[in-house]
Antibody, heavy 122, light 112 residues
């Protein structure tokens, strides 16, 4: 079955850009009509959707983060990536990637990667 | 903006039944499907209910979901509680008006 794995630096300095990659295994990122999403969770808090990409390159972002987020896809590597600019301590969180099933009225995340902790600190 | 509100915590004894609510702030919660995720400490969320009331394969039928349009809420019911059900549970839907995914704040289930 499809599995996802996040990778990237665990420590980012304030005002810099956070960069993460999600590698999809067990299936092609281009097969099926799936979107691919990033979701984050600060320690002890709830889940926040960051944005998603379709393999065509079409993207949708959380309006509250839109000005700082870029999600891209590399189908040749079966990967998609997240860039979050101008980070502050408030961006410290566990970042998850997930397959996003989008159909009429349905917006469902399954499966999820294991998550990676990113700390913003000087 | 559309928000989903969950109780912060619930607790119940093993073998009993518990229901976790997820109330929509505006509009109709029935406009988009609701999903429920289980998150154990230190782990990623996993789906227990999708499309309001569907169970993925491997999720026991002790888990069920429903929608109540009159109260604009969704519910997750877990019967025959086991200690392994102790986890955080999140509801999730979609705000079509602004194109944003919405999560509830999460409910910590304690089975004692």
């Amino acid at each position: 079955q499809v599995q996802l794995q996040e990778s990237g630096p665990g420590l980012v300095k304030p005002s810099q850009t956070l960069s993460l990659t999600c590698t999809v295994s067990g299936g092609s990122i281009s097969s099926g009509s799936y979107y691919w999403s990033w979701i984050r969770q600060p320690a002890g808090k709830g889940l926040e959707w960051i944005g998603r990409i379709y393999t065509s390159g079409s993207t949708n972002y959380n309006p509250s983060l839109k000005s700082r987020v870029t999600i891209s896809v590399d189908t040749s590597k079966n990967q998609f990536s997240l860039k979050l600019s101008s980070v502050t301590a408030a961006d410290t969180a566990v970042y998850y990637c997930a397959r996003n099933i989008v159909l009429m009225g349905l917006n469902w995340f399954d499966p999820w990667g294991q998550g990676t902790l990113v700390t913003v600190s000087s | 903006n559309f928000m989903l509100t969950q109780p912060h915590s619930v607790s119940e004894s093993p073998g009993k039944t518990v229901t976790i609510s997820c109330t929509g702030s505006s509009g109709s919660i029935a406009s988009n499907y609701v999903q429920w995720y289980q998150q154990r400490p230190g782990s990623a969320p996993t789906t227990v209910i999708y499309e309001d009331n569907q169970r993925p394969s491997g999720v026991p039928d002790r888990f069920s979901g429903s929608i109540d349009s009159s109260s604009n809420s969704a519910s997750l019911t877990i019967s025959g509680l086991k200690t392994e059900d102790e986890a955080d549970y999140y509801c999730q839907s979609y705000d079509s008006s602004i194109g944003n995914v919405v999560f509830g704040g999460g409910t910590k289930l304690t089975v004692l």
